[in-house]
Each structure stands twice: as structure tokens, then as C-alpha cells.
């Protein structure tokens, strides 16, 4: 075997005992942030390879890095043994890498061949041979474990059997390593099932695995050996059957500590917004909670344990199938947003830029678009009100902008989010539904947000922050309540906050 | 020393802020200079271009489009769109006058027509809000049935023989102004205060931006539809009774092509099919434009074919500089 050495290193290309794919001390920055600190990651033949971490750890950067989407500052790549600088896409293919994102990919409108072979559809005097298409794709579906018609429309399949499709087509090319992003995201709990017992075929079959995961318990239910990332480092990678819960979810977390910078108590009101037994299946099932005024409740959980959907529900955008919310003590079925603004919530969601902001509109407008009408008068916007309004609002949350006619879309996207959440002050409104409010925004921004949330509660309003990173919602909220899976599974005050308490009961 | 960074960084602002002002006035200016040069030109090749008959002419020819672009731009400005404005002139042209020849007095087939125009216009809302059939699917289908429609109920015959007092609503001057452009300029006032000043008009841009965001922010998306689409039922109906009375005829295949003229008024206008953009003022100053080409090009005794050409060619060229100036900022 030919060993080139790309970098100019001498002698590295060597084969490294057993392993097919050796990443050693990459290193990646973007625009002088480090995603990646020089992370070791290596691949066995026949293993099953968690790779564990938080959103942020550097799981994506280190498979776009292996999928060659990006080329890494530092370090190197040996796939079976040959050294890479980085990994050329062209040649993924060749070299047996294959991943299936979490999304899928598929093309829903064409048939489950045209999705195995997509690229590499067989052709005859120029037209696709559809009879060795056939061919190629049932030895595909076979290898993957599942029988299905290659002309089948893909959207008709059931989600579980897109899944295996996905995977087909990452094995038609003869992948020996199979990238799984989340792969079980969209799976019913019996699928998953129908899942494992595939991977472990393949397996068998001598295919590598890389399992990208949130969920514990499947990291303990099908990998042999773990590798944990946490903010551009690698933690470690050990024996799955050497592990414990407790000592995964630590790794995976690390110690959080509380910040007290921003944190002010409030006083405490009556109740202002309870929920009892509400249900939205698949989504959650079963939700209690009460907060008061003067309160910022911090609801933790997971990507996927259905925080997004409760709020929803209670803004009534998603309607609850069943249970009770009270509104300051009286009954109130959330029926349609408008229909909750009137009566004092307002809503912040998570994707900011298709259900947050007004794109191409003012920043003024922006920022009175949940109030312009009840500023009116007999069906005419006040203009100049609302000009003060806004400016007032701007001088609050700190936003940076050159005037009040400039477009949203040209502010960065702090100052956005910083607008976004603005809109909802008012004195109307008594409840607040903060969806990942800080997702994707710098830290600068970040503290205004947690200031005004904190504001709000000194206002006697109340404030539900809801996001999947602990340590924010650890300096923000008087109290937490963790949900996993679509159900509360833990509550917690501020003097009893325990981030391993915590995310154990997200794990849960 | 913090006090100079301090001055320098005014300094630069208001220099920046003045250009900014220059270029969005020249912006704003551009397309009322481009009318008016276009005037300018026709009067030097032919002085019979500024004469009072000539011009009055121009204005009744542009009134009744000009009013169905300003339908047409309500509902683009909520990012939707309305094939079936022509269809709706229309019908409500045979049928003011199938009323009127029958001895119907005027305010009551005003009054009919507006109806006809509400129900045409809620139905093309429903189907677009409730049924989420695209805006230009949805209305090219209501603008097929409505034309069916007319050439049903008048046999695809002229109607003609209204009564006098009808057809001399046309030949009317109020202030010096033909009747029908006074028409034309109310109706564009009371729209550009409504979008401008207006809950509803404010409504029509939150949706046309993004309509998830006004839903969540508490907007009614379902009235707000209805009521784009409705009242540019209403215009185009009211379009049609004046095309009426200035033919002294109802035409079963009035208004044929006239949802496309509006859209590219509108357009030329500085309307946007993306949405959120639009003026009514600039709407009105588009249909100008374009009647300004059509009347130059009778009275300089251009080739019609050629005219079409030249609209088409204007529509692209507007929209075309239109996004350069965007690239460039």
C-alpha cells in the first residue's frame, strides 16, 4: 500500500493498528471562536461509536470535518490508514464514509430507487435501465434489512421505513462507516426497536457505526464504546459496559455553575397562570404547573421533550386535547393566539426569523406589531405613539440601530431578538412565553434578555423561559421545571438548584 | 480624547444618514420624474399632447385601470394576488347595465354592483385563507367562473341603450377634472390613507411579510384576507360601472387583460409580489405611465404591437433597476 503523505508530514501515514478512521488533534475555529480544541476520534471495524455532547460541544463540526464539508485549521484524518489532511468529498464515496442526517435528505416525490441510486442510477443506451436499478436497490434495502417495492413513492412510506431507506441508500455506495445524526428523532418507541436489531445486522455485516444521540438510554442499549464531547474538547471515549448513567450524563453536561450577576428576587404575587393535566399526544402528556407573579419559571429540557409544543398549547397555538389552564384564576381554554394576547400572553418563538420578526418592515413596526392595535384609536394607528413606544422599547433592550425606518432584516441578530421580545412589553401583558430566546444570539445580547426577563418579574409579570441549555436558565429563573420525553419530570427552587439533580431528571 | 472619537462618529453618521436621504428621495422621486419626462418628450413631438382634450381623454383612460391596480395592489401587498379583477369588471359592467336598461335607478345598481364585487372578492379571501389554495390559483379559477358567468347572463351580447343621465356621469367635469379621474383620485386617497394610517392597512403589510409572525403577534390573518380581496371586489366592481357609463354599454368581455395591466401598474408602482411593498400613490403614477405610453402612441401613430412591446420592456426595465438598487444597498 502507497502511503501519500498530503501535509508534508513525514512518517504519519503509517496504518494504526486496528481503526478505520483516526482523527487526530483537529482543530477548527470559526471566525476566531474555537469549535473544535483538538479532538481525538477514532473508529473501530464492527463497533457501534456514540458520540455524545451538547448542542455546541463540536458533534457537527467533527462529522462535517470527517464528511469533508469542512476542511479542519489543524490536525489529521488517516481513513484506513492513509493520511488526509481533509477529507475531499469527491472521494467520501471511495473512502466508505456515509452519513444520514437527521432530516433524511430523501427526495419524497420520486421513488425509493431513484433515492438509493440517486447519482448513480444505471443507464442504458442513455435511459435509466430501470431493471438493474431494481437489482441494485433490492440488494440495498436487503443489506438494510427491509423488503419494499423500488417503485414506491418515498412520502408514502411511514417514517421509520424512510429511515431505512436513508440507510440503504448510504450503504449502496459500500459504506463500511455509517454516520447516524439523531437517527431515532422521529421514531416511534417500537421502531427504534426495529432499528437496533438492523444496526446490529450490519454490524455483523462488518459495518462501522458512528451513533450521534441525545438519548442515553439507546447509548446503553446498542454502542460499545462512547466518545463525549463538551465545548470543542474531547472528555473522553470509553466502554460503554465500563459506564454509568450518572457518569455519562456528568461528562456530557460538566459542572454548571450558577451565575448570580443578572439574578434580582422578586416579590411574588398570586397566581397568575396554571395548568392541570394537560395532554397533546405525542407531545406531552399529563403537564401540571402553576406560577406566580413576580415570577421567571425556567423550563428545561432536551431537544425534543416537547417544551415548544406545551407552550404552544398554552398560547393556543397547538390546541391541548385535554386538561385545564386558569388565567388569574379563571378558567381559560387557549383557543387561538389573538384570542391569548387579549387576555395578556404573549409568545416568543423559538425560530425568529419565520415566526418572529416581520422581515422587510421597519424596526418601529416590528416593534409594535403585537400592540398597534390596541393603540389605536377607531381602527387608526397612532403613528407618533407608537414612534415613542418604539423608541422607548429600543432604549430598554439596548438595541443598536441607525433609525427607526431601518428594516429588521439589517439588524444583527441580537438586536432582532432583542426587538422580537420588546414587542410583547406592555402593560397588558402578564405572561410571557420565551422559547429558546437566545438561541443563535451573542452574549451581550444574551444578559439584556435575562435582564428584562428579570424586569418583568420585578414588573409583577410572569415569565416562562424555556430552553435546552442549563446554564442560562440557572441564572435566570427563581425556579425550574424539567421535562423530558413530554412530561415533568423534576422541579426545582433556586436555593435547591443541582445541575446534576437537573439533567438527570432531563434524562429521565 | 473621548470627545473627539465621539464627534468623528456623528460626524460620519450624518454624512452617511445624508446620503442615505439623497438616494431614498431620488428613489422616491424616480418614477414621477420618469412621468413627467415622458410628458415633457410627447409635448415637444406633438403639442396636441398638453391640449385640455387630449389630456382629459388620457384621464378617463386611466381611471378605470387605475382603480383595479389599486385593488391589485391591496392584495399584493398581503403577498397574494388577483387574477379575477378583469373578470369582476366585468360582470359588473353587464350587469349595471342589464339594471339600468331595465329602469333601475343608479344607487341601487351602485349598490348591487358593490355587492356582486364583496362576494366575488370574500369568496377568492375564503378560498385563498381557509381552503390555502394558492392566491393565484385560487383567483384564476373564480376569474374563469366569473367571466363564464357574464357571458352567460348577458348570451356574450353588448348591452346597450342605457339611459342618458347614466351615460353623461362619464362626460361630467367636477373642478375641472373629468369625473371619472376624480373618481379616481378620491378612491386613491382615501386607499393611501387607509394602507398608511389604518389598523387594517397596517394588517395587510404585517401579513404580506410574514404571516406567521402576524398570526403569532395576534393578528387577524382571516378578516385581514377577506378584507384584501373584498375590497378589491369592490373597486373592480366600481371599475366596471364607470367603464359603463363611459361606454354608454355593458361589455361581457370588458376588462380582458386588465388584471395583468394592474398587476404591472402596481409593479412599475414599486409594488412587490414578495409582499409588504407597495404604494397606492406609486400604483396610480404606474397606470399613468402606461396609459401615457398607449396615448403617445396613438397620437404619434406608433404601431400598437409596437406599444405592447415598449410596456413590456418598461415593466422589466423598472423592476430590473428596482433590484439593482436593493443589491446595491
Given at each position: 500500500?502507497?502511503?501519500?503523505?498530503?501535509?508534508?508530514?513525514?512518517?504519519?501515514?503509517?496504518?494504526?493498528?486496528?481503526?478505520?478512521?483516526?482523527?487526530?488533534?483537529?482543530?477548527?475555529?470559526?471566525?476566531?471562536?474555537?469549535?473544535?480544541?483538538?479532538?481525538?476520534?477514532?473508529?473501530?471495524?464492527?463497533?457501534?461509536?456514540?458520540?455524545?455532547?451538547?448542542?455546541?460541544?463540536?458533534?457537527?463540526?467533527?462529522?462535517?470535518?470527517?464528511?469533508?464539508?469542512?476542511?479542519?485549521?489543524?490536525?489529521?484524518?488517516?481513513?484506513?490508514?492513509?493520511?488526509?489532511?481533509?477529507?475531499?468529498?469527491?472521494?467520501?464515496?471511495?473512502?466508505?464514509?456515509?452519513?444520514?442526517?437527521?432530516?433524511?435528505?430523501?427526495?419524497?416525490?420520486?421513488?425509493?430507487?431513484?433515492?438509493?441510486?440517486?447519482?448513480?442510477?444505471?443507464?442504458?443506451?442513455?435511459?435509466?435501465?430501470?431493471?438493474?436499478?431494481?437489482?441494485?436497490?433490492?440488494?440495498?434495502?436487503?443489506?438494510?434489512?427491509?423488503?419494499?417495492?423500488?417503485?414506491?413513492?418515498?412520502?408514502?412510506?411511514?417514517?421509520?421505513?424512510?429511515?431505512?431507506?436513508?440507510?440503504?441508500?448510504?450503504?449502496?455506495?459500500?459504506?463500511?462507516?455509517?454516520?447516524?445524526?439523531?437517527?431515532?428523532?422521529?421514531?416511534?418507541?417500537?421502531?427504534?426497536?426495529?432499528?437496533?436489531?438492523?444496526?446490529?445486522?450490519?454490524?455483523?455485516?462488518?459495518?462501522?457505526?458512528?451513533?450521534?444521540?441525545?438519548?442515553?438510554?439507546?447509548?446503553?442499549?446498542?454502542?460499545?464504546?462512547?466518545?463525549?464531547?463538551?465545548?470543542?474538547?474531547?472528555?473522553?471515549?470509553?466502554?460503554?459496559?465500563?459506564?454509568?448513567?450518572?457518569?455519562?450524563?456528568?461528562?456530557?453536561?460538566?459542572?454548571?455553575?450558577?451565575?448570580?450577576?443578572?439574578?434580582?428576587?422578586?416579590?411574588?404575587?398570586?397566581?397568575?397562570?396554571?395548568?392541570?393535566?394537560?395532554?397533546?399526544?405525542?407531545?406531552?402528556?399529563?403537564?401540571?404547573?402553576?406560577?406566580?407573579?413576580?415570577?421567571?419559571?425556567?423550563?428545561?429540557?432536551?431537544?425534543?421533550?416537547?417544551?415548544?409544543?406545551?407552550?404552544?398549547?398554552?398560547?393556543?397555538?397547538?390546541?391541548?386535547?385535554?386538561?385545564?389552564?386558569?388565567?388569574?384564576?379563571?378558567?381559560?381554554?387557549?383557543?387561538?393566539?389573538?384570542?391569548?394576547?387579549?387576555?395578556?400572553?404573549?409568545?416568543?418563538?423559538?425560530?425568529?426569523?419565520?415566526?418572529?420578526?416581520?422581515?422587510?418592515?421597519?424596526?418601529?413596526?416590528?416593534?409594535?406589531?403585537?400592540?398597534?392595535?390596541?393603540?389605536?384609536?377607531?381602527?387608526?394607528?397612532?403613528?407618533?405613539?407608537?414612534?415613542?413606544?418604539?423608541?422607548?422599547?429600543?432604549?430598554?433592550?439596548?438595541?443598536?440601530?441607525?433609525?427607526?425606518?431601518?428594516?429588521?432584516?439589517?439588524?444583527?441578530?441580537?438586536?432582532?431578538?432583542?426587538?422580537?421580545?420588546?414587542?410583547?412589553?406592555?402593560?397588558?401583558?402578564?405572561?410571557?412565553?420565551?422559547d429558546e430566546p437566545t438561541a443563535g444570539i451573542d452574549v451581550g445580547a444574551r444578559r439584556d434578555i435575562f435582564k428584562i426577563s428579570r424586569k418583568l418579574a420585578d414588573e409583577g409579570k410572569s415569565v416562562i423561559y424555556c430552553s435546552s441549555y442549563l446554564p442560562e436558565i440557572m441564572e435566570v429563573a427563581d425556579r425550574i421545571l424539567v421535562m423530558s420525553d413530554g412530561r415533568i419530570t423534576g422541579e426545582f427552587d433556586r436555593e435547591s438548584f443541582d445541575d446534576m439533580a437537573i439533567m438527570k431528571a432531563a434524562y429521565k | 480624547m473621548e470627545k473627539t472619537s465621539t464627534t468623528v462618529g456623528v460626524k460620519s453618521y450624518s454624512e452617511k444618514k445624508g446620503t442615505l436621504k439623497w438616494n431614498a428621495w431620488l428613489s422616491k422621486a424616480s418614477l414621477p420624474l420618469v412621468l413627467l419626462a415622458m410628458w415633457v418628450v410627447m409635448f415637444f413631438l406633438n403639442p396636441n399632447f398638453l391640449s385640455v382634450d387630449n389630456l382629459s381623454n388620457l384621464g378617463r383612460q386611466t381611471a378605470i385601470i387605475g382603480?383595479?391596480?389599486?385593488?391589485?395592489?391591496?392584495?399584493?401587498?398581503?403577498?397574494?394576488?388577483?387574477?379575477?379583477?378583469?373578470?369582476?369588471?366585468?360582470?359588473?359592467?353587464?350587469?349595471?347595465?342589464?339594471?339600468?336598461?331595465?329602469?333601475?335607478?343608479?344607487?341601487?345598481?351602485?349598490?348591487?354592483?358593490?355587492?356582486?364585487?364583496?362576494?366575488?372578492?370574500?369568496?377568492?379571501?375564503?378560498?385563498?385563507?381557509?381552503?390555502?389554495?394558492?392566491?393565484?390559483?385560487?383567483?384564476?379559477?373564480?376569474?374563469?367562473?366569473?367571466?363564464?358567468?357574464?357571458?352567460?347572463?348577458?348570451?356574450?351580447?353588448?348591452?346597450?341603450?342605457?339611459?342618458?343621465?347614466?351615460?353623461?356621469?362619464?362626460?361630467?367635469?367636477?373642478?375641472?377634472?373629468?369625473?371619472?379621474?376624480?373618481?379616481?383620485?378620491?378612491?386613491?386617497?382615501?386607499?393611501?390613507?387607509?394602507?398608511?394610517?389604518?389598523?387594517?392597512?397596517?394588517?395587510?403589510?404585517?401579513?404580506?411579510?410574514?404571516?406567521?409572525?402576524?398570526?403569532?403577534?395576534?393578528?387577524?390573518?382571516?378578516?385581514?384576507?377577506?378584507?384584501?380581496?373584498?375590497?378589491?371586489?369592490?373597486?373592480?366592481?366600481?371599475?366596471?360601472?364607470?367603464?359603463?357609463?363611459?361606454?354608454?354599454?355593458?361589455?361581457?368581455?370588458?376588462?380582458?387583460?386588465?388584471?395583468?395591466?394592474?398587476?404591472?401598474?402596481?409593479?412599475?408602482?414599486?409594488?412587490?409580489?414578495?409582499?409588504?411593498?407597495?404604494?397606492?400613490?406609486?400604483?396610480?403614477?404606474?397606470?399613468?405611465?402606461?396609459?401615457?405610453?398607449?396615448?403617445?402612441?396613438?397620437?404619434?401613430?406608433?404601431?400598437?404591437?409596437?406599444?405592447?412591446?415598449?410596456?413590456?420592456?418598461?415593466?422589466?426595465?423598472?423592476?430590473?433597476?428596482?433590484?439593482?438598487?436593493?443589491?446595491?444597498?
Amino acid at each position: 500500500m502507497s502511503v501519500t503523505t498530503l501535509n508534508g508530514n513525514l512518517k504519519e501515514g503509517v496504518i494504526i493498528g486496528t481503526s478505520l478512521i483516526h482523527m487526530d488533534k483537529i482543530v477548527k475555529s470559526f471566525n476566531g471562536t474555537y469549535a473544535l480544541k483538538g479532538v481525538d476520534f477514532e473508529v473501530k471495524p464492527g463497533e457501534i461509536h456514540a458520540l455524545l455532547g451538547e448542542n455546541g460541544a463540536g458533534k457537527s463540526t467533527l462529522i462535517k470535518i470527517l464528511t469533508g464539508a469542512y476542511r479542519p485549521d489543524k490536525g489529521k484524518i488517516l481513513v484506513n490508514g492513509k493520511s488526509h489532511s481533509f477529507i475531499p468529498v469527491k472521494e467520501l464515496e471511495q473512502l466508505g464514509i456515509s452519513v444520514v442526517y437527521q432530516d433524511l435528505k430523501l427526495a419524497p416525490g420520486v421513488s425509493v430507487m431513484e433515492n438509493v441510486l440517486m447519482g448513480n442510477l444505471p443507464k442504458k443506451y442513455g435511459m435509466v435501465d430501470y431493471q438493474k436499478g431494481s437489482e441494485m436497490t433490492n440488494k440495498a434495502l436487503k443489506k438494510a434489512g427491509i423488503n419494499l417495492n423500488p417503485s414506491t413513492l418515498v412520502k408514502s412510506l411511514k417514517i421509520a421505513d424512510q429511515e431505512i431507506v436513508a440507510i440503504a441508500k448510504a450503504l449502496s455506495k459500500d459504506a463500511n462507516v455509517l454516520i447516524l445524526d439523531e437517527p431515532t428523532a422521529l421514531l416511534a418507541e417500537d421502531d427504534v426497536q426495529r432499528l437496533f436489531d438492523i444496526l446490529r445486522e450490519l454490524v455483523k455485516k462488518g459495518v462501522s457505526i458512528v451513533y450521534i444521540s441525545h438519548k442515553i438510554e439507546e447509548v446503553f442499549a446498542i454502542c460499545n464504546r462512547a466518545t463525549v464531547l463538551r465545548d470543542g474538547n474531547k472528555i473522553w471515549t470509553k466502554n460503554v459496559s465500563d459506564l454509568s448513567n450518572d457518569e455519562l450524563i456528568e461528562a456530557i453536561s460538566g459542572k454548571v455553575h450558577r451565575n448570580d450577576d443578572v439574578y434580582t428576587e422578586s416579590q411574588l404575587g398570586d397566581e397568575a397562570i396554571s395548568v392541570q393535566g394537560l395532554n397533546h399526544k405525542p407531545y406531552y402528556s399529563d403537564v401540571s404547573f402553576q406560577i406566580n407573579k413576580g415570577e421567571v419559571v425556567g423550563l428545561f429540557g432536551l431537544i425534543g421533550a416537547g417544551k415548544s409544543e406545551l407552550l404552544k398549547g398554552v398560547f393556543g397555538e397547538m390546541k391541548a386535547q385535554s386538561g385545564k389552564v386558569k388565567l388569574n384564576g379563571e378558567a381559560f381554554k387557549p383557543k387561538s393566539p389573538s384570542d391569548s394576547i387579549k387576555r395578556g400572553i404573549g409568545f416568543v418563538p423559538e425560530d425568529r426569523t419565520t415566526e418572529g420578526y416581520l422581515p422587510r418592515m421597519p424596526i418601529h413596526v416590528n416593534a409594535n406589531v403585537a400592540t398597534y392595535r390596541s393603540f389605536s384609536k377607531k381602527g387608526f394607528i397612532r403613528g407618533g405613539f407608537e414612534r415613542e413606544h418604539a423608541l422607548a422599547l429600543l432604549e430598554d433592550f439596548n438595541v443598536k440601530y441607525s433609525s427607526l425606518e431601518q428594516h429588521i432584516d439589517g439588524l444583527s441578530g441580537g438586536n432582532q431578538q432583542k426587538v422580537v421580545v420588546a414587542k410583547w412589553i406592555h402593560p397588558n401583558t402578564k405572561v410571557l412565553l420565551l422559547d429558546e430566546p437566545t438561541a443563535g444570539i451573542d452574549v451581550g445580547a444574551r444578559r439584556d434578555i435575562f435582564k428584562i426577563s428579570r424586569k418583568l418579574a420585578d414588573e409583577g409579570k410572569s415569565v416562562i423561559y424555556c430552553s435546552s441549555y442549563l446554564p442560562e436558565i440557572m441564572e435566570v429563573a427563581d425556579r425550574i421545571l424539567v421535562m423530558s420525553d413530554g412530561r415533568i419530570t423534576g422541579e426545582f427552587d433556586r436555593e435547591s438548584f443541582d445541575d446534576m439533580a437537573i439533567m438527570k431528571a432531563a434524562y429521565k | 480624547m473621548e470627545k473627539t472619537s465621539t464627534t468623528v462618529g456623528v460626524k460620519s453618521y450624518s454624512e452617511k444618514k445624508g446620503t442615505l436621504k439623497w438616494n431614498a428621495w431620488l428613489s422616491k422621486a424616480s418614477l414621477p420624474l420618469v412621468l413627467l419626462a415622458m410628458w415633457v418628450v410627447m409635448f415637444f413631438l406633438n403639442p396636441n399632447f398638453l391640449s385640455v382634450d387630449n389630456l382629459s381623454n388620457l384621464g378617463r383612460q386611466t381611471a378605470i385601470i387605475g382603480i383595479v391596480a389599486i385593488a391589485q395592489t391591496l392584495v399584493i401587498i398581503t403577498k397574494g394576488i388577483d387574477l379575477s379583477v378583469g373578470a369582476t369588471l366585468g360582470i359588473s359592467s353587464v350587469i349595471s347595465a342589464q339594471l339600468l336598461v331595465s329602469g333601475t335607478s343608479v344607487w341601487v345598481t351602485i349598490l348591487a354592483i358593490i355587492l356582486v364585487g364583496l362576494m366575488i372578492g370574500v369568496l377568492n379571501g375564503m378560498l385563498v385563507y381557509d381552503a390555502k389554495i394558492t392566491p393565484f390559483i385560487a383567483t384564476l379559477g373564480t376569474m374563469t367562473i366569473v367571466r363564464g358567468a357574464t357571458l352567460l347572463t348577458s348570451d356574450g351580447r353588448i348591452i346597450s341603450g342605457l339611459p342618458s343621465e347614466v351615460t353623461k356621469i362619464a362626460e361630467l367635469s367636477i373642478l375641472g377634472i373629468p369625473s371619472l379621474l376624480f373618481i379616481l383620485l378620491i378612491i386613491a386617497v382615501l386607499g393611501a390613507l387607509m394602507i398608511r394610517y389604518t389598523v387594517f392597512g397596517r394588517n395587510l403589510f404585517s401579513i404580506g411579510s410574514s404571516e406567521e409572525s402576524a398570526r403569532l403577534s395576534g393578528v387577524n390573518v382571516r378578516i385581514t384576507t377577506y378584507g384584501a380581496y373584498g375590497i378589491a371586489g369592490v373597486l373592480s366592481a366600481i371599475a366596471g360601472f364607470l367603464l359603463t357609463t363611459r361606454l354608454a354599454s355593458g361589455i361581457p368581455t370588458a376588462g380582458e387583460g386588465y388584471e395583468l395591466d394592474a398587476i404591472a401598474s402596481a409593479v412599475i408602482g414599486g409594488a412587490s409580489l414578495f409582499g409588504a411593498q407597495g404604494s397606492i400613490i406609486g400604483t396610480v403614477i404606474g397606470s399613468f405611465i402606461m396609459s401615457t405610453l398607449r396615448n403617445a402612441g396613438n397620437l404619434l401613430g406608433i404601431q400598437p404591437f409596437w406599444l405592447q412591446i415598449a410596456i413590456g420592456v418598461l415593466l422589466l426595465a423598472v423592476v430590473f433597476f428596482d433590484q439593482l438598487q436593493k443589491r446595491r444597498s
